[in-house]
């Protein structure tokens, strides 16, 4: 079947770092991006970066800058976001979702065809 | 960055209805625009992509246009299971925007 299966929820204090994990099966994990994304209470969902599982290569939205990092475990098929110095509006689900259509295709249309269920992380005091 | 707004933010329909929801761009973004629909507790599922291509699996009763700045999506006839939240999504260039959502709810 093919899927992400997300890590759990998670409670932070503001200024604690997360680390959440996304597993994929049921397809070649090194051939396509994994993006992350995050959702807020109420809000539309937003971009935080991209890593290609091939060859480690990151690209980081400039709003998270120096407080993300993404990378990946080939033989475990599984990617990783860790977010540091936790505030209160960093609040929301984030999920992992695929990129398609797969790296070699070269096309120029692509799109999150696949997503995890998402992790809740909530910063409170 | 590329903003992207939705219009209307919700609307409420009735099963048979044919439905249009609007996404504007502030910059030219060809037809490099995507659609989603979400449900509550729900990640987004995509339905259409290059501006007007049906993802795989999804009704024919979504269709998808537009190009450069403004975009449309249709569901021709509501059924129950489409009362959700739906969201452009630009692929252009990063940051990567998502609008705000269109909530389309039963009348």
């Known amino acids: 079947q093919v899927q992400l299966v997300q890590s759990g929820a998670e409670v932070k204090n503001p200024g604690a770092s997360v680390k959440i994990s996304c597993e994929a099966s049921g397809y070649t994990f090194t051939g396509y991006f994994m993006h992350w994304v995050r959702q807020a209470p109420g809000q539309g969902p937003e971009w935080m970066g991209w890593i290609n599982p091939k060859n480690g290569a990151t690209n980081y939205a400039q709003k998270f800058q120096g407080r993300v990092t993404m990378t990946r475990d080939t033989s475990m098929s599984t990617a990783y976001m860790e977010f540091r110095r936790l505030r209160y509006d960093d609040t929301a689900v984030y999920y992992c979702a695929r990129r398609g259509p797969p790296i070699a295709a070269a096309d120029a249309y692509w799109y999150f065809d696949l997503w995890g269920r998402g992790t809740l992380v909530t910063v409170s005091a | 960055d590329i903003q992207m707004t939705q219009s209307p933010s919700s609307v409420s329909a009735s099963v048979g209805d044919r439905v249009t929801i609007s996404c504007r761009a502030t910059q030219n973004i060809r037809n490099y625009l995507n659609w989603y629909q979400q449900k509550p507790g729900k990640a987004p599922n995509l339905l259409i992509y290059?501006?007007?291509s049906l993802q795989s699996g999804v009704p024919s009763r979504f269709s998808g246009s537009g190009s450069g700045t403004d975009f449309t999506l249709t569901i021709s006839s509501l059924q129950p299971e489409d009362f959700a939240t739906y969201y452009c999504?630009?692929?252009?260039?990063?940051?990567?925007?998502f609008g705000q959502g269109t909530k389309l709810q039963i009348k």
């Open positions: 999504q630009q692929s252009h260039s990063t940051p990567y925007t």
């Open positions: 290059a501006a007007s």
